[in-house]
């Protein structure tokens, strides 16, 4: 069955970088139908689109409020995506979702999320 | 950018009831780019519809999606206990792939 595992959050101070993985099983990683999103979700508050890398990790698109400080890649030996962040602000603080986009259907399988807390 | 408005910001029915959320797009979107997302607490968002009126894997068929342009409509017919979460809306017609703000159902 497909999972998507993230790691890599926690409490960081503003300024600093952060970088989150999500790793994928279940699916061939690599299969031309499968681009890769990040989506997060500040407390108590809706979901926000992050970043999107294509299958191929050729193409990448970011919202303004992350473009510029948040790089999205992927391994496709490792069947891991990954999420740079930097300069992080209080503002980015949220559970960061990976998830896996179907062509044509939409983020049809999500991980369980990794929560970033940025603070003083 | 194109930005989704979701009404009402939350919606009190009773089990049993018809629910009926909109989704409201700035410019036009294509029926193939717009979905729905269920969203219950702690849990990640489940695909509900795509291409508008497509219903995911597993998804009962008391979810119905309609619309097309930039009126899309969510209606959930026959309201069970489990369906009073919230929910979004989503766009894949061009990046940002922005999301609506989402509208709580709650019971009445």
């Known amino acids: 069955q497909v999972q998507l595992v993230e790691s890599g959050g926690g409490v960081v101070q503003p300024g600093r970088s952060l970088r989150l993985s999500c790793a994928a099983s279940g699916f061939t990683f690599t299969d031309s139908n499968f681009g890769m999103h990040w989506v997060r979700q500040a407390p108590g508050k809706g979901l926000e689109w992050v970043a999107v890398v294509s299958y191929d990790g050729n193409i990448k698109y970011y919202a303004d409020s992350v473009k510029g400080r948040f790089t999205i890649s992927r391994d496709q030996s490792k069947y891991t995506l990954d999420l740079q962040m930097s300069g992080l602000r209080a503002e980015d603080t949220a559970v960061y979702y990976c998830?896996?986009?179907?062509?044509?259907?939409?983020?049809?399988?999500w991980g369980r999320g990794t929560l970033v807390s940025v603070s003083s | 950018e194109i930005v989704l408005t979701q009404s009402p910001g939350t919606l009190s029915l009773s089990p049993g009831e018809r629910a009926t959320l909109s989704c409201r797009a700035s410019q036009s979107v294509s029926s193939r780019h717009l979905v729905w997302y269920q969203q219950k607490p702690g849990q990640a968002p489940r695909l509900l519809i795509y291409g508008a009126s497509s219903r995911a894997t597993g998804i009962p068929d008391r979810f119905s999606g309609s619309g097309s342009g930039t009126d899309f409509t969510l209606t959930i017919s026959g309201l069970e206990p489990e369906d009073f979460v919230v929910y979004y809306c989503q766009q894949f017609d061009s990046s940002p792939y922005t999301f609506g703000q989402g509208t709580k159902l709650e019971i009445k």
């Open positions: 998830a896996r986009y179907k062509d044509a259907t939409g983020l049809d399988y």
